[in-house]
Nanobody, 119 residues
């Protein structure tokens, strides 16, 4: 299984936007589903979005059309474009390889990238 290095997190005001990225340690070409999870302070990890090798995208209900996930297999990179951010989006965001559902294939959580939404 590949590992991911996330980047792009920052402090942003409510209503702002961010683009998160993660680079895989190997090829993502044959990975069926990869996605983003997040962990808010004091809370458990939660699913955010995922994309399959056939470019089928899924999102958590709380996304409500604000985020867009994409994968670049030439660069082994996963992206998450986030708009209309709210303080509730404050969390550490992680890339994960997922099963055919929405569950991570392993329990390893890298460093992630921190998103803070605050005025």
């Amino acid at each position: 299984q590949v590992q991911f290095v996330e980047s792009g997190g920052d402090l942003v005001q409510p209503g702002g936007s961010l683009n998160l990225s993660c680079v895989a340690s190997g090829s993502i070409f044959s990975i069926y589903k990869i996605g983003w999870y997040r962990q808010a302070p004091g809370k458990q990890h939660e699913y955010v979005a995922s994309i399959t090798m056939y470019n089928f995208q899924e999102y958590a209900d709380f996304v409500e059309g604000r985020f867009t996930i994409s994968r670049d297999e030439n660069k082994n990179t996963l992206h998450l474009q986030m708009t209309s951010l709210t303080p509730e989006d404050t969390a550490i965001y992680y890339c994960k390889e997922l099963n055919i559902g929405r569950e991570p294939l392993n329990s390893y959580w890298g460093q992630g990238t921190t998103v803070t939404v605050s005025s």
